[in-house]
């Protein structure tokens, strides 16, 4: 059987009650209602970060982001770093990707090079200006909301067009013998929040579903959520006027949807639609007034944040469950599904499980709980995503940048567990969060007496987690001995019997098998004729 073409589709900043087949009566998603019909779409799908660059690089590789310290928006992946472009070219596939993927650093050309066939062309016929109403003066009503409103029409077109566009031109150039691999990175949901009329009109405003209310002091909050509710002030306004904050972002998602569309049309009409596994999926959500605050925070973990749409349309041939799934399921996941779709192995460590036993079969189990983390510790300051001395008020961030710059706790280290039932977070600096879902997410439980069990329950599986998760080990096996020592020890031999004496004795003091020593010894010949190379 030929391997499948994988398409990954991956908004940014979309939540998954965006979407109008999971419930949202406002949202209009056809295309993705239509895709999740012939395919799965997972309810429960939750990213490892709120914020964009350590999301994907978990999900592009299968680990947390603690494992290699990816915490922060200005730590990318590096060269000594694999991900899933590179299994997948290893396992003949042709990749692509758009040139905004936040995943590997970009002082490193040649790393990009290696792992990513083609990136997709972005042509214009026209400068591209971004839409920039004015907003006021610093600390004028509203001037930290995002919400900049309708788009005229000669700003309409936006890069996400031009990335969609240039996916489709690949994929019916794509040489046809070669199944490919293609990324394509949306901006779009994210902030500021701002649309074109047409998509505008789409949204009934009288079906948004209720706001999450604005939280209080005594809700027992970490102190960056307070911060952000009373810095971005949004928090005072009327229901009215928050509303056209949400029916703006769900018309966002409607432009997202009909970009999905266009693709897939794009596949239809190549005739490899059947042929093609689609993933969509957003690496995290946005606050969108619920809880009094907009866009998002890095170590903050409501589900408007964590739970992200997860929509997989497999192959024909690969058995699918149809329609809404709500097994619990992470980003982590898509390496491992990948992996089996393209029936290829991935040889490096990770911590992705394929979704392919309960995209066939919704009954099956996929996880018990989800992990999502995020912040520093103090004195992390290279973790920061400004420099406090070049504070600039006029900055949409600058109120959130200023509260992840504090050295008080604010933006401190913290780790999510949520099972179906209950979300625990624990936190380095500040009071611990506890939540009975069924009860939302507004009001922090921790010191009720009534959930002490299942509180213990939530630490005691968040430790075995983190130690399981914690490091991992390469499979690529290291000489103590350089290959310039052997040389020397080998040199040294005068008599016929002292070079197995030699390497007896060497063999005990590494021990190492013979066989261990023949494959060091392949190893390191390997690395020397590299380096000649270079």
């Known amino acids: ?139 004028s009503e509203g001037y930290y909301s995002f919400l900049n409103g309708i788009v005229p029409e000669k700003y309409a077109t936006d890069m996400d067009d031009l990335i969609v566009d240039g996916a489709a031109q690949a994929i019916r150039r794509r040489p046809k013998k070669k199944p490919f691999f293609m990324f394509v990175g949306l901006m779009l949901p994210h902030p500021p929040y701002q649309i074109e009329q047409k998509y505008y009109d789409l949204i009934d405003k009288s079906q948004l579903p209720s706001r999450i209310p604005t939280i209080d002091d005594q809700d027992g909050k970490p102190k960056m959520e307070r911060g952000l509710r009373d810095a971005l002030g949004v928090s005072d306004w009327d229901e009215a006027r928050l509303d056209e904050i949400r029916a703006t972002y769900l018309a966002m998602c409607a432009k997202v ?52 749409p997860f929509v997989l349309k497999p192959p024909v041939g690969v058995r699918v469950d149809r329609g809404v799934n709500d097994n619990l399921v992470e980003l982590t996941d898509v390496c491992a599904t990948a ?55 006029e900055d949409h961030y600058a109120p959130r940048l200023a509260l992840q710059g504090r050295e008080d706790g604010t933006h401190t280290k913290a780790v999510m567990l949520r099972t179906r039932e209950y979300k625990y977070i624990r936190r380095l600096e500040e009071p611990d969060e506890f939540y009975v879902l069924r009860q939302g997410e507004r009001v922090n439980r921790m010191d009720e007496p009534a959930w002490a069990a299942q509180i213990a329950q939530a630490k005691e599986q968040l430790l075995t987690a983190m130690i399981a998760t914690s490091d991992v080990v390469p499979f690529q096996l290291d000489s103590r001995f350089s290959l310039e020592v052997i040389k020397n020890g080998i040199r040294a031999a005068k008599a016929p019997g002292f070079l197995g004496d030699l390497l007896g004795v060497f063999l005990k003091l590494t021990r190492q098998s013979p066989a261990q020593f023949l494959r060091n010894i392949a190893l390191l010949a390997q690395r020397v004729k590299g380096k000649k190379r270079k």
């Open 257 to 308: 949807d009909n970009q999905v569309g266009r693709l897939i049309q794009t596949l239809k009409d190549e005739g490899i639609y059947d042929d093609t596994a689609i993933l969509v999926f957003s690496d995290h959500g946005d606050y969108t007034g619920d809880y009094g605050i907009v866009e998002k925070s890095q170590n903050c973990f409501p589900d408007c944040l964590t739970n992200v």
């Open 339 to 393: 992996a089996e779709l393209a029936g290829i192995t991935i040889d490096r460590p990770h911590f992705s499980r394929s979704l392919l036993p309960t995209v066939a079969d919704k009954t099956a189990e996929h996880r018990p709980f989800v992990l999502c983390e995020g912040g520093r510790l103090r004195g992390e300051t290279h973790c920061m995503e400004y420099d406090p001395r070049d504070h600039r008020p």
């Open 1 to 139: 059987m030929a391997k499948p073409n994988i398409l990954i589709i991956n908004p940014d900043q979309m939540r998954a009650d965006s979407l109008r087949h999971l419930g949202n009566r406002a949202a209009h998603t056809p295309a993705l209602d239509a895709l999740a019909g012939e395919g799965v779409s997972f309810s429960q799908a939750f990213c490892q970060n709120p914020v964009c660059v350590p999301s994907r690089c978990s999900f592009m590789t299968g680990l947390y982001p603690h494992v290699h310290g990816h915490r922060t928006m200005n730590f990318l992946q590096q060269p000594h770093e694999e991900n899933l472009f590179g299994d997948m070219k290893r396992g003949g596939y042709r990749t692509y990707s758009s040139h905004r993927g936040d995943l590997m650093a970009g002082q490193y050309p040649r790393y990009h090079k290696a792992l990513v066939d083609e990136y997709i062309r972005v042509h214009s016929k026209r400068p591209l200006h971004h839409y920039l109403p004015p907003r006021g003066e610093p600390g």
